[in-house]
């Protein structure tokens, strides 16, 4: 499948999921989270923030444990630029966020976090295949966010769903991800 093909079919799933259904697979992907990735060496760890109406995985429950677990991480979050780049901020608490025009949680204000200085980031997306690509929702933000951080910075996708087989149009502005978490596992790349 192309990467539109997979938008509109991976859109749809999650669109199709029930809350209760929806809220099990965020929880689930939390547990698997904090089981499998060793936070161990992460001073700074970037992650989106969630469009509830897309029903993207609930990443509130990781901020929160990262908070309550792991007070010595500096958890960064992203804010869209108007020339289709991101810039992040410390996190420094929900009353710091707020919905921009297309109902996307950013940071209004903060510190701005230095993108050599994140270690790790978790990052969104709509579907992933077994070599680690990802599909997004189009605009390039996260695949151009990448490939500015350091090369031992860790590429963490959430996905509600398993991986495809393959995307049939990547090239060579797509990003790969270092590892995957499913509400079932990790996977490695």
């Known amino acids: 499948m192309t990467k ?12 199709g999921l029930t809350d209760t259904e929806f ?35 609930n990443t509130w429950l990781i901020i929160e444990r990262l908070k309550k677990e792991f007070s010595e991480i500096r958890i960064s979050v992203p804010k869209m630029k108007v020339d289709n780049t991101l810039i992040n901020f410390y996190f420094e608490g929900r009353d710091q966020i707020k919905d ?25 997306l709509l579907a992933f295949d077994v070599k680690g690509n990802r599909v ?34 990547i090239d060579t502005n797509d990003a790969r991800l270092t590892s995957c978490i499913t509400p079932q596992k990790k996977y490695a790349f």
């Open 4 to 15: 539109q093909q997979i938008r509109n079919h991976y859109l749809n799933l999650r669109q």
């Open 23 to 57: 809220n099990k697979l965020s929880l689930d992907l939390c547990t698997i989270f904090f089981s499998t990735i060793d936070l161990s060496t992460a001073k700074t760890l970037h992650i989106f923030l969630p469009i509830i109406s897309k029903k993207e995985p």
């Open 100 to 124: 921009n025009k297309w109902s996307i949680p950013e940071p209004q204000f903060g510190e701005i976090t230095p993108t050599n200085k994140i270690d790790l980031v978790v990052v969104p």
């Open 136 to 169: 997004g929702y189009g605009k390039g933000f996260y695949d151009r966010f990448l490939k500015e951080c350091r090369n031992d910075c860790k590429r963490v996708g959430l996905s509600l769903f398993d991986p495809i087989e393959k995307i049939a149009d």
